[in-house]
Structures are given as C-alpha cells and as structure tokens.
C-alpha cells in the first residue's frame, strides 16, 4: 500500500527564485489562488445584481454573510463589524480550503502546517495590536485574571502567559491536525478499497463514501472553530473582559 502521507508531499511545479528566496509554484500554491478565484467571482456574481426574490447564488451569500455576522455578534458585539471583512474573507478562504481538498486530484491548503501557522501568528498578532492600540499598556492587564489577589500574581502571570502563547500553537495544530487526519484515514481506506478483492473490497469503498461525507461537516466546523477563536481573541483584546479592569 502507497504512504497515506504522499498526497500531502509538495513538489515544485515551476522553480521561481527571487532575491536567492526561494518561491516557486506547487500545487498548494495554485490552489491557494484557485480558492481566492473562486471566492471573489461567487460573491461578485452574487452581489452583482441583487433582486427582491434572491437567485440560489444570492441565497448562498446572504447565508453565509448573516451566519458570519451573527458569529461576531455573539462573540464581540456590535464594535466588532469593523473587522467583518477581514473574518469573512477568513472563514471563506478556509472553508474552500477544506472543502476543495476533498475533490480527489486536488490539494488540501489547510494540511499544511506551515499555512495554518501562518494564520495563527497573523490572528494572535492582530489581536495585540488592536489590544496595545485600544488599551496602551493597560493592555498587559489580560495577564491578570480578574478577581486575583496580589500574593497570587507571581504564579498567575506567568500561567498566563503560557496560556497566551499556547493560542497561537493551538490554532494552527487544531486546524492542520484535523485536515490531515481526515484525509489520511480516507487514504488508507480508498487504498484497502482497491487491493481487497471485490467480494470484501466493498466495504471499505462504503465507509470512504461515509467518512467523506463526515469530513464535508468537519470541513465547516475547522472554518467555524478558526473564525470563532479569531473572534474570542480579538474581542478579549477589545473588551480586556474578565481581566485587570475587573479585578478587585
């Protein structure tokens, strides 16, 4: 049986090089463009001519537009629509991501771990920058749980800080771990499907048909749990919620 990792192996399609870095084509690449193509013409189209009675098309971007509205809204509230543009296009970018991965023949962007990583560090650090640019130092307040006692800051501080770094490790593993692993159980099975002679082979071809329509909803749910931490972070850098300006 082939590696089930091979499909997650990159290789360049045309070697570019500039100023000795190196940046050449692959297939994560092209994908990359190909879901921020096919993004912006859904929308474009979508939103190019709206009508009373909403087209399928239409239809589909209103849901995903108030889906993503209501997730700031819950999260952050009304002071967090300013960053609604870049969450939408966020949750989009990954969610086509993961879904266009499913599509045999193509590349799953998010089981890469550099590309989540990449995310992860951009989302954690546009959080401090909007909390040191709200807050100032006050900021640094987040490193204190509200209602903690003085004796108590030498132990918590540093248990906090550690929970903040985490964040960003957290968030690219999550997204990356799931992408990967989904996808190289329905490698094994598709690969058992092929060599187990026909009379048992059925099997497990019917759980791949299974699994696939499982990681159709996982592909969703990682968009939302990205999004939705996204949103947590940023308005905890808002609002500093349950921390220093809470503490007694």
Not at 153 to 178: D, G, K, T, W, Y
Not at 192 to 213: E, R
């Given at each position: 049986?082939?590696?089930?990792?091979?499909?997650?192996?990159?290789?360049?399609?045309?070697?570019?090089?500039?100023?000795?870095?190196?940046?050449?084509?692959?297939?994560?690449?092209?994908?990359?463009?190909?879901?921020?193509?096919?993004?912006?013409?859904?929308?474009?189209?979508?939103?190019?001519?709206?009508?009373?009675?909403?087209?399928?098309?239409?239809?589909?971007?209103?849901?995903?537009?108030?889906?993503?509205?209501?997730?700031?809204?819950?999260?952050?509230?009304?002071?967090?629509?300013?960053?609604?543009?870049?969450?939408?296009?966020?949750?989009?970018f990954?969610?086509?991501?993961?879904?266009?991965?499913?599509?045999?023949?193509?590349?799953?962007?998010?089981?890469?771990?550099?590309?989540t990583?990449a995310?992860?560090?951009?989302?954690?650090?546009?959080?401090?920058?909007?909390?040191?640019?709200?807050?100032?130092?006050?900021?640094l307040?987040?490193?204190?749980?509200?209602?903690?006692?003085?004796?108590?800051?030498?132990?918590?501080?540093?248990?906090?800080?550690?929970?903040?770094?985490?964040?960003?490790?957290?968030?690219?593993?999550?997204?990356f771990?799931?992408?990967?692993?989904?996808?190289?159980?329905?490698?094994?099975?598709?690969?058992?499907?092929?060599?187990?002679?026909?009379?048992?082979?059925?099997?497990?071809?019917?759980?791949?048909?299974?699994?696939?329509?499982?990681?159709?909803?996982?592909a969703?749910?990682?968009?939302?749990?990205?999004?939705?931490?996204?949103?947590?972070?940023?308005?905890?850098?808002?609002?500093?919620?349950?921390?220093?300006?809470?503490?007694?």
């Amino acid at each position: 049986m082939d590696n089930p990792l091979h499909p997650f192996e990159l290789h360049p399609l045309v070697q570019l090089s500039l100023f000795g870095v190196d940046i050449s084509l692959n297939k994560a690449v092209l994908m990359m463009w190909l879901v921020i193509t096919l993004v912006a013409v859904v929308f474009i189209l979508a939103g190019s001519s709206p009508r009373m009675v909403p087209t399928k098309l239409q239809n589909l971007a209103e849901m995903f537009v108030e889906f993503i509205r209501g997730m700031i809204l819950d999260t952050i509230g009304q002071q967090g629509m300013r960053f609604f543009p870049f969450l939408a296009t966020l949750f989009l970018f990954i969610l086509f991501c993961n879904l266009l991965g499913l599509i045999p023949g193509s590349y799953t962007v998010t089981s890469q771990i550099a590309v989540t990583a990449a995310f992860a560090l951009f989302v954690y650090g546009m959080s401090l920058v909007v909390g040191f640019a709200l807050h100032g130092v006050k900021f640094l307040g987040i490193l204190v749980p509200g209602g903690t006692p003085m004796w108590m800051l030498p132990l918590m501080i540093p248990i906090e800080v550690v929970s903040q770094l985490a964040r960003p490790l957290s968030l690219a593993v999550r997204l990356f771990a799931n992408m990967t692993a989904g996808h190289t159980v329905l490698a094994v099975l598709f690969g058992m499907a092929l060599s187990l002679p026909l009379l048992i082979g059925w099997l497990p071809f019917v759980v791949t048909v299974a699994i696939n329509g499982l990681e159709v909803f996982i592909a969703f749910i990682q968009a939302y749990i990205f999004t939705i931490l996204t949103c947590v972070y940023l308005g905890d850098a808002i609002t500093l919620h349950g921390h220093a300006e809470h503490a007694h």
